[in-house]
């Protein structure tokens, strides 16, 4: 018996073909890579004179191949209906049963068993998919209710989950085909690009700014001390060097007299508010960080001119604007950007198109000379960093990206890498070493505090950790570097590994730098051919047992620094609160009894607890009854020095 309406199975099949290229390597893919490398090889892809099949292509033509006997037909031996294979498998069952069925009559029992096995299959997905989108995991449900204080627990959930019931953006949009050229693009002009220098530049810079700026590579860059050097422009000269080291200022064309009036509204714009965190020097930090990223790890070997662009641009104005208040602050507020942006990601909308409204300004616009593609490829990624910003996406953005490191040979959309990337620099701070983290801390709890002291004015409930009397200080950054900052270095370390690793130096013991050494101008081309013959090598499975490849990782040492910092401080925390609270128990106590004139059995009980000792005891307890409002004040006062 044949099926009615063989377009049906077909449009069925279409769908497990198109999921299951997203999350398995069938043989198909292995087809089109190696007829790519043999294009590229042969110099016919670059001349336009191939083409490449597409991946339903491929997979259609391996089908046509297949027959399949009557004992073949058995669904028993085909992989559980929940596990990515079992897409492709479903796929190519019904391609082969349309293909039988245009030369013969198909079993009733055979269509029934592989239709039946090809709807679990698709019912399983979107099960799932329906699970992803709909259960927010903040993977806090796994912390035990002990083990983190109540306080740090509820600012925990309040910044880095969603709060509320929120319609979200489109599913994420699947990863483009990108073509062995465009890599080998990436690998070629990236010598060219790290060695420019900005000497000519940098004479007009004052002289200890200059030397400090030689330090803008290491991963903890001290920015307290370049902004006493740079009278507190740090943004006109961090940035300025950045995007001329880069080549940006020469590749797009962009006029200095128009970039150092951008930086200058830009500096402006992040000192609107005076917040103690979130200004300049934030903006500065966040982009030398993601500077680190791209120069020490390789990623920029990665990426085009214009995606290294738009990073540092991303980074430089992730904050822009930045009122010193958290998007909850604004909701609860009811202020005038979160009724603009209707309470959804309030700071990072905000940031966002207050950087473009400035960037259409002729005489702000440094990418003015940007083709119409360009701008658009531009904006649409700086939007996507800033916006990745938004602390409530944290879990999410980190499980979805667990998630596409589990699939063997996963193509991993830039813009996912990117967001995650700029969103682990902007969370960093915990992971630089001891005197910069901690100064960053106070600045932000201060930050915190203000809010505060503007909620306790406005009748509004303190924000978790804004309190200036009631706040774990200590306790909070262990919870922060434990299940914010650690597992996220984690990832992004894991995510920069995998999509490097084929674009990586081949050779034993060399860095994972993407200028290994400093070479002439003469010697770019033949540098440029070797790494272009290693990269088709490792893609062509030409290299024997390849050593992992691995990023240099300075954050470990300062995270395992840091939190065992905090832990020494939030013991002598407890034992500061605990003397508090005895000298404020004990104050109180006194009070009572002076008022009622009962200081002998006062002494007396003080004397029954000590065993004797009375005349210390005895003065004491007087002290306090004199004044239990200064003796109370004094031992905080010796609890908070302590």
């Given at each position: 018996m044949q099926p009615s309406s063989p377009n049906s199975t077909n449009y069925a099949a279409d769908n497990l073909q198109n999921s299951s290229a997203n999350l398995s390597q069938s043989e198909s893919a292995d087809h089109t890579a190696t007829h790519s490398l043999n294009a590229l090889t042969t110099g016919s892809f670059l001349r336009g004179d191939t083409d490449i099949p597409t991946t339903s292509q491929q997979s259609y033509e391996t089908t046509s191949n297949l027959s399949f006997n009557a004992g073949q037909w058995e669904t028993e031996s085909l992989p559980p209906v929940d596990t990515p294979d079992a897409l492709n498998k479903a796929s190519l069952r019904i391609r082969s049963l349309l293909r039988r069925m245009d030369h013969e009559t198909v079993a009733y029992e055979d269509m029934q068993r592989n239709l039946h096995y090809a709807a679990r299959v698709l019912e399983a997905v979107f099960i799932d998919e329906s699970r992803r989108l709909a259960d927010e995991d903040d993977e806090l449900s796994e912390v035990q209710p002990d083990a983190v204080p109540p306080e740090v627990r509820e600012w925990l959930a309040s910044t880095f989950t969603r709060q509320m019931a929120t319609s979200r953006r489109k599913s994420d949009e699947k990863p483009k085909f990108r073509s062995v050229a465009h890599a080998i693009r990436a690998g070629i002009f990236v010598d060219r690009m790290y060695r420019r220098v900005s000497s000519s530049a940098l004479t007009a810079f004052p002289p200890d700014v200059v030397r400090m700026l030689k330090n803008l590579d290491d991963w903890t860059f001290d920015v307290f001390a370049l902004t006493e050097a740079a009278s507190g422009q740090v943004v006109k000269y961090v940035a300025y060097e950045l995007f001329n080291r880069y080549g940006s200022i020469h590749k797009f064309k962009i006029a200095p007299g128009i970039l150092e009036a951008f930086l200058y509204r830009v500096e402006e714009g992040y000192c609107r508010y005076r917040n103690?965190?979130?200004?300049?020097?934030?903006?500065?930090?966040?982009?030398?960080?993601?500077?680190?990223?791209?120069?020490?790890?390789?990623?920029?070997?990665?990426?085009?001119?214009?995606e290294i662009f738009a990073s540092l641009l991303a980074a430089l104005l992730h904050d822009y604007e930045h009122t010193g208040t958290t998007n909850n602050f604004h909701v609860m507020s009811g202020s005038e950007t979160a009724l603009l942006y209707n309470d959804r990601a309030v700071l990072e909308n905000h940031h966002a198109s207050a950087s473009f409204r400035l960037l259409r300004e002729d005489e702000y616009n440094i990418l003015s000379h940007l083709s119409r593609e360009e701008f658009r490829e531009l904006r649409s990624l700086v939007i996507e960093m800033v916006l990745g910003t938004d602390m409530t996406n944290h879990f999410q953005q980190m499980k979805a990206m667990r998630q596409l490191l589990t699939i063997q040979e996963a193509t991993i959309d830039k813009q996912k890498v990117l967001s995650l990337v700029l969103h682990c620099c902007d969370i960093s701070h915990p992971a630089k070493q001891w005197g910069v983290h901690q100064r960053w801390t106070m600045l932000l709890l201060e930050e915190f505090f203000?809010?505060?002291?503007?909620?306790?004015?406005?009748?509004?409930?303190?924000?978790?950790?804004?309190?200036?009397?009631?706040?774990?200080?200590?306790?909070?950054?262990?919870?922060?570097?434990?299940?914010?900052?650690?597992?996220?270095?984690?990832?992004?370390?894991?995510?920069?590994?995998?999509?490097?690793?084929?674009?990586?130096?081949?050779?034993?013991?060399?860095?994972?730098?993407?200028?290994?050494?400093?070479?002439?101008?003469?010697?770019?081309?033949?540098?440029?051919?070797?790494?272009?013959?290693?990269?088709?090598?490792?893609?062509?499975?030409?290299?024997?047992n390849p050593t992992k490849f691995t990023i240099h990782k300075p954050w470990l040492s300062c995270l395992v620094e840091n939190k065992k910092i905090w832990k020494e401080q939030a013991v002598k925390d407890a034992e500061a609160r605990a003397l508090a609270t005895a000298a404020e128990e004990a104050a109180a106590a006194a009070a009572a009894a002076a008022e009622e004139g009962e200081n002998k059995p006062v002494a007396a009980e003080t004397e029954a607890g000590s065993g004797g000792g009375d005349g210390e005891q005895t003065e004491s307890a007087a002290a306090v009854a004199a004044d239990p409002a200064g003796v109370a004040a004094a031992a905080g006062e010796e609890a908070a020095a302590t």
């Open positions: 103690p965190y979130h200004n300049n020097l934030h903006a500065v930090d966040v982009m030398q960080t993601i500077h680190y990223c791209l120069c020490n790890t390789g990623l920029m070997n990665w990426l085009t001119d214009l203000r809010q505060g002291d503007l909620e306790k004015e406005l009748g509004l409930p303190f924000s978790p950790l804004c309190d200036r009397n009631n706040t774990l200080v200590a306790e909070s950054q262990i919870c922060f570097i434990d299940f914010i900052v650690e597992p996220s270095m984690g990832v992004m370390s894991d995510m920069l590994e995998y999509i490097l690793a084929p674009i990586a130096p081949i050779s034993k013991g060399k860095p994972a730098t993407l200028v290994e050494h400093e070479a002439s101008p003469l010697a770019t081309t033949s540098s440029t051919e070797a790494k272009t013959g290693e990269f088709l090598a490792r893609k062509s499975g030409m290299v024997n």
